[in-house]
């Protein structure tokens, strides 16, 4: 926000003229040169909603399942509800993932390593003599010592029957607010996708199939809730079937299981992980799940994490997996296509920099009311969408990925772009004329800006591709 009134008061107020820090920001114009009109959308729409917007206003929760959490912990006897959710978010916000053991022990050597030689002074310490066994058994304690402190712990979390209520209050919203933003833009960009089926792997409270349901309602016929605790299944069940004297579900269709289906041949229209990879206990666990929701995929896979650090980088090595990975059965020829929220295949350019930052995206919603609860908060996050085939009728347009700052007769876009590129657009009415000016300017962080790329091209993409998988493999020519 600092740096946004620096640049505002830099660049000057509305109506004043432009100085001479704008002019200089504004001859260094990225590769987007003018508006992607081939479909002749501006017609029909207003700048303000032209296509590539996919920003949501304050999402909130259906007034049936905030009806049934209200009464779920008016009939809870928890003390201190308040401050067990307040903890439980902010855990789950700072948590990280579980250290690959082979990662362990590399860190383990390095440290022992260094150790020796503040020892011993690189003497030699494999004699047999007691003193020397003592001294390498005080190398040992330190090592461990040293790891323990700076190594993180990671812990399952078991989720009973109070812990499943204190999540529900604490991240119940949260969740449904980021995943209704995935499955907009899908429904969006992609009408003619009608999904029938979905699964839901690691669906704690539900709130996944409550946020399709509000979108393809009329279409899905199944909803598959995958998840561990059977705790937590009898509490989506219990918010599944509201206040009805019936017992019946708000909604047909849904179903509870501890593990996912066996058979390969079981497909799902939308398979969904949302902040469900940190609960699994390592790296082979995280890769193995999402080869297997892949082979489950029959049309997009969702996935969603925190938008930290740690979220980005477990969704990379996803992306990376499904892009990249060979399975060792082939179940479907069809091959993956990132359908959101990178407009390539190419790696991260966020993560090439010197100082890698986190690509995340901001959605508001209202949370449950409880009085604890301010009357509108927002949900940080990231998300990657997975598609079969070579993704058809997906434009290639660039995504902003900060807040749009227009200043006096301009526009500063941040753009993640095709040719695999962040790139800096000051965008004028003069230069880019007046619709990219209007469309620019009323465009948000997460948005896509509808604007022809030249660099967006397949070929160049694949050779960038090619030629950044030479580099992590070099081959030596004098052993060819």
């Known amino acids: 926000m600092a740096a946004s009134r620096r640049l505002w008061k830099a660049c000057g107020s509305v109506g004043s003229p432009v100085s001479s820090f704008s002019r200089g920001l504004a001859s260094v114009i990225p590769k987007v040169s003018q508006l992607d009109n081939t479909s002749d959308f501006l017609s029909r729409t207003t700048h303000r909603h032209h296509p590539g917007v996919l920003r949501l206003n304050s999402v909130s929760l259906p007034p049936e399942l905030v009806e049934t959490a209200r009464l779920l912990v008016k009939q809870s006897s928890m003390c201190n509800l308040d401050k067990k959710t307040k903890a439980l978010t902010d855990y789950l916000w700072s948590r990280k993932r579980p250290v690959d053991p082979a990662d362990l022990n590399q860190k383990m050597q390095q440290v022992e390593e260094q150790m020796k030689r503040e020892m011993f002074g690189g003497s030699q310490t494999d004699s047999l003599s007691p003193s020397a066994e003592i001294d390498k058994h005080k190398l040992q304690n330190k090592v461990l010592k040293v790891i323990r402190e700076t190594t993180y712990h990671w812990k ?3 989720y009973d029957k109070e812990l499943s209520v204190v999540y529900m209050a604490a991240r119940m919203d949260g969740v449904f607010a980021a995943v209704l933003r995935a499955f907009h833009e899908i429904h969006k960009r992609v009408p003619d996708f009608q999904p029938r089926t979905l699964l839901d792997f690691g669906s704690g409270t539900g709130a996944v199939s409550w946020a399709a349901h509000s979108i393809w309602g009329q279409t899905i016929k199944e909803y598959m809730n995958i998840d561990t605790s059977p705790s937590m299944l009898a509490l989506a069940e219990t918010l599944m079937k509201g206040s009805s004297d019936d017992q019946t579900l708000c909604f047909p269709g849904v ?19 949302a902040y469900s990879l940190n609960e699994l206990p390592g790296h082979a666990e995280r890769m193995e799940a999402l080869r297997t929701l892949w082979r489950k995929t029959d049309g997009y896979l969702v996935l969603v994490e925190n938008g930290t650090k740690e979220g980005h980088q477990m969704l990379m090595e996803a992306r990376d997996l499904i892009l990249h990975g060979e399975d060792r059965v082939v179940h479907d020829p069809r091959r993956p296509h990132i359908f959101a929220p990178c407009p390539h295949h190419l790696p991260c350019p966020r993560l090439l920099r010197d100082r890698p930052v986190p690509c995340n995206f901001t959605q508001k919603y209202q949370p449950l009311p409880f009085k604890w609860n301010p009357p509108q908060e927002e949900e940080k996050f990231f998300y990657l969408i997975f598609s079969r085939g070579p993704g058809k009728s997906t434009e290639p347009w ?4 900060q807040p749009v700052i227009w200043c006096s007769q301009h526009a500063h876009v941040h753009l993640c772009c095709p040719d695999g590129t962040l790139q800096h657009a000051v965008i004028t009415a003069k230069k880019h004329g007046r619709d990219l000016y209007q469309c620019a300017r009323r465009s948000h962080c997460g948005d896509r800006l509808p604007v022809l790329n030249p660099v967006g091209d397949p070929a160049l993409e694949a050779a960038k591709e090619k030629e950044t998988e030479e580099e992590k493999s070099p081959v030596d020519k004098d052993q060819s």
């Open 156 to 158: 399952a979390l078991k």
């Open 255 to 273: 179903y509870f299981r501890q593990f996912l289906p066996v058979s390969p041949k079981v497909k799902f229209d939308l398979v969904v992980s």
């Open 398 to 401: 660039p995504r902003i990925t």
